[in-house]
């Protein structure tokens, strides 16, 4: 079956420094990849998505996630945080027939301090 | 603006009653979902429909119909209302690209 883990519950980054929000799937087959944000009362917005290709993907508000198959990994990275980046970071596997049945992981709330 | 519309925003339910969760999308997009978001458990597929007249259940089915009559609409009922119900719930649509899904701002309920 599938699945999503993200194992870090909760990061604190200071504001500038680099960040990487660890994300592990488990599918049968390949799988459509993404990772969303979501701020405090807001709904989800998506960041990046991965489905074939170049392994390092680019999104929106400078973050990158690179697909590694054989750890089963989609990492998101930023090389600077800004304030405004704190929220919830969602990481998500499409499966089924047409990649239309989302799974999430539990998330990782984000800190950034000063 | 396009998008995904949930309403109501907030709702405060008895244990038993019954209600309809809206929501319409105007993207033309042939899936929508309904996930339910809880603390530290991440958002739990309900139902999807892959398009008008079919539908299929997710993970945490129970208690919960859907129905899906037009491309644009894809309420959410809640039969007999209970306390684990309590959550916020949130409606998703996408084209068959899978371009990833596009969200609504979400219905907080609460069943007391």
């Known amino acids: 079956a599938q699945s999503v883990t993200q194992p870090d519950i909760h990061i604190t980054v200071s504001e500038g420094a680099s960040l990487e929000l660890r994300c592990n799937y488990s599918?049968?087959?390949?799988?459509?990849l993404f990772w969303y944000v979501q701020s405090p009362g807001q709904g989800l917005q998506l960041l990046l998505k991965?489905?074939?290709?170049?392994?390092l993907v680019q999104g929106i508000k400078g973050f990158e996630a690179e697909f590694k198959r054989s750890q089963s990994s989609f990492n998101l990275r930023k090389p600077s945080v800004h304030w405004s980046d704190a929220a919830e970071y969602f990481c998500?596997?499409?499966?089924?027939?047409?990649?239309?049945?989302?799974?999430f992981g539990t998330g990782t709330s984000l800190t950034v301090i000063p | 603006n396009a998008g995904v519309t949930q309403t109501p925003k907030f709702q405060v339910l008895k244990t038993g009653q019954s209600m309809t969760l809206q929501c319409a999308q105007d993207?033309?997009?042939?899936?929508m979902s309904w996930y339910r978001q809880d603390p530290g458990m991440g958002l739990r597929l309900i139902h999807y429909?892959?398009?008008?007249?079919?539908?299929d259940q997710g993970e945490v089915p129970n208690g919960y119909n859907v129905s899906r009559s037009t491309t644009e609409d894809f309420p959410l009922r809640l039969l007999s209302a209970a306390p684990s119900q309590t959550s916020v719930y949130f409606c998703?649509?996408?084209?068959?690209?899978?371009?990833?899904?596009?969200f609504g701002s979400g219905t907080r309920l609460t069943v007391v």
């Open positions: 998703a649509s996408s084209s068959r690209d899978v371009n990833g899904y596009t």
């Open positions: 599918y049968g087959a390949t799988p459509y």
């Open positions: 991965y489905f074939s290709g170049d392994t």
């Open positions: 998500a596997v499409g499966a089924g027939g047409g990649g239309n049945q989302f799974y």
């Open positions: 993207m033309n997009h042939e899936y």
């Open positions: 429909s892959v398009g008008a007249g079919i539908t």
